[in-house]
């Protein structure tokens, strides 16, 4: 009966030692993270939002010229997302993006990106596709005096 | 006292398992309503796959993007197992599948270019409740087994200081990358500023006019996060700290329409929930004696006119 009790007893101690070598290196990865940035291994990532200093407050909105000549709103809810990050993430990513209150870098094959947006959208409304897709950008200084900047991209269905 | 045994003490220190048994009813409860309140997670997986950019753990345990059935099964399945862990039914296999699930379908969420953080909490709270003896009060199991749990555990006493930890590096993570961002002249970076002006919240709209105002809640926001190590103190302090916490939460949701509830909800690990859940307990029983006690003089007088 003692042996048995002094077992359980054992396993307890190795359980509970296994559990705070597990909890170490969950908080040394925590801390990792926090120090190196970046995205981190979602759940163990940096709290890292509205860090980044900032110029000015940019807002985007994606517009479409069907072939029938309907303007259309293109939205998040047009490609399945109920929220704006993943499109604007997309944006930011693969067509254009105003970095601070004066740069507007666009990327590499940002039109073909911009055509790959129409091409879903016009998958869901083959009645009437989109004959053109503008991706309409607007930056707004936060400093007083400085004008805002206002750019557009746009592709054409070939 | 060695290093080694603050550690042990820091972490293992036992509480009464009723403690650890009311977080599980709250996170359960939250993480059940942010689950079945959101289909994001079923339409992602529906958009085409240009979007799909594999991070974290789905990248580095290098799955195929699921089939948006298997996606839609597997929410299901999740918003099962939190309803038994809410109401504690078979509450550590509930548990054991929830936090999983839970991870895999939050950093899948995540593979769209989005990093979700109000659901990390929950997250790691779910793992250490999952671990700890959750289920041995204030549930279904307790009442089969016809006994409640009055003792204390050191792995519920774990499982609470996980959730607190979890909690506080939040708040002081945000603070590190803004001070390494920006300094201690965050505030006036119009990170805040721009923030207010690109979710456009009708409030958030009017109060990115006044410069000034922005800048003194930037940094009252700052210094909360980078004194969120007060929670661990207890008394007023920690009260102080953490009423401050859930206005700032609801001033988000306000002005940013950022809702962090979960992260407000788990600041309660703080807490001898216990203490809480008796005297609710109790004030239940006495008002139900109170809607009895009316009808015991009228029983009687019946009983005497009879006579």
């Known amino acids: ?158 | 006292v060695t290093s080694l045994a603050r550690w042990q003490r820091f972490w293992f220190s036992p509480v009464p398992v009723r403690r650890v048994a009311a977080l599980r009813v709250l996170i359960a409860a939250v993480a059940l309503a942010q689950v079945a309140g959101s289909t994001s997670v079923t339409g992602q997986a529906r958009a085409d796959g240009v979007f799909y950019e594999p991070t974290g753990l789905v990248r580095v345990l290098g799955f195929s993007r699921p089939a948006p059935e298997l996606v839609a099964g597997l929410r299901i399945a999740l918003i099962v197992c939190l309803a038994c862990a809410v109401v504690g039914l078979l509450t550590r296999v509930a548990l054991g599948i929830s936090a999983p699930l839970f991870i895999w379908l939050g950093a899948l969420a995540n593979s769209y270019g989005k990093v979700d953080h109000g659901a990390i909490v929950l997250a790691f709270a779910l793992v250490a409740l999952a671990v700890a003896p959750a289920g041995r009060a204030y549930s279904v199991d307790a009442l089969v087994r016809r006994g409640g749990a009055h003792g204390e555990s050191r792995l519920a006493g774990w499982a609470m200081r996980v959730v607190m930890v979890a909690v506080a590096y939040a708040y002081l993570s945000a603070a590190f990358a803004k001070l390494r961002a920006a300094g201690l002249g965050w505030p006036g970076g119009g990170a805040f500023q721009a923030a207010l002006l690109e979710h456009a919240t009708p409030l958030g709209l009017r109060l990115a006019h006044h410069p000034r105002l922005v800048e003194g809640l930037a940094a009252a926001a700052l210094l909360l996060e980078a004194t969120a190590w007060l929670a661990f103190l207890r008394g007023r302090v920690r009260d102080a700290w953490c009423v401050a916490a859930a206005s700032f939460h609801l001033g988000a949701l306000a002005l940013l329409g950022v809702n962090f509830l979960p992260q407000v909800i788990a600041l309660a690990a703080f807490y001898d929930l216990e203490v809480g859940a008796e005297r609710v307990r109790a004030r239940l029983s006495d008002a139900r004696a109170r809607r009895t006690w009316p009808r015991s003089p009228r029983r009687t007088s019946r009983r005497s006119a009879c006579a």
Not at chain 1, 72 to 84: I, L, N
Not at chain 1, 92 to 106: F, I, K, Y
Request: hydrophobic content about 45%; proline content about 6%.
């Open chain 1, 1 to 158: 009966m003692d042996t048995m009790l002094g077992r359980a007893g054992d396993l307890r101690r190795a359980g509970l030692a296994l559990l705070s070598a597990i909890t170490a290196a969950w908080v040394v990865a925590l801390v990792a993270v926090a120090l190196g940035g970046g995205s981190g291994l979602w759940p163990i990532a940096p709290f890292t939002m509205f860090a980044a200093k900032r110029g000015a407050a940019v807002t985007q909105r994606l517009e479409g010229v069907t072939r029938g000549g309907a303007r259309v709103a293109v939205v998040p809810g047009d490609f399945h997302f109920t929220r704006s990050f993943e499109l604007r993430h997309y944006l930011a990513t693969r067509v254009a993006r105003m970095t601070g209150a004066r740069r507007w870098t666009v990327r590499p094959r940002a039109r073909r990106s911009l055509g790959v947006l129409a091409a879903i959208w016009s998958r869901s409304h083959p009645r009437d596709p989109l004959a053109s897709l503008t991706l309409d950008v607007r930056s707004r200084p936060l400093s007083s005096g400085a004008s805002p900047r206002h750019e557009t991209l746009t592709w054409y269905a070939p």
